[in-house]
C-alpha cells in the first residue's frame, strides 16, 4: 500500500495556505483566507493524485507479475 506521506513541495504548499488563511482571519481579508483555503485544497488534491498514481503503479506491477507466472 502506498505510503501516507506528503511530498514537501504539498507540504509546504499546504503551510503556505495555512499562513495565509490564518492572516486573512486575523486581518479580515476574507480574499486571502479563501485565498489560502484553496491553497490547502490544491495540496490535498496534489497528494492524493500522487497516492492515486502510485496504488495503480502497484496494481499494475502486481498484474504484471501474475501474467508472468500464468506463461
Known amino acids: 500500500m502506498a505510503e501516507n506521506t506528503r511530498s514537501d513541495d504539498t507540504a509546504l504548499e499546504d503551510l503556505k495556505g495555512r499562513a495565509k488563511e490564518a492572516v ?6 476574507d480574499s486571502v483566507a479563501r485565498e489560502g483555503q484553496a491553497q490547502q485544497g490544491k ?6 493524485a500522487r497516492r492515486k498514481e502510485e496504488e495503480a503503479k502497484q496494481a ?12
Open 43 to 48: 495540496a490535498g488534491a496534489e497528494d492524493e
Open 24 to 29: 486573512g482571519a486575523v486581518t479580515g481579508a
Open 60 to 71: 499494475r506491477d502486481k498484474a504484471e507479475r501474475k501474467a508472468a507466472q500464468e506463461k
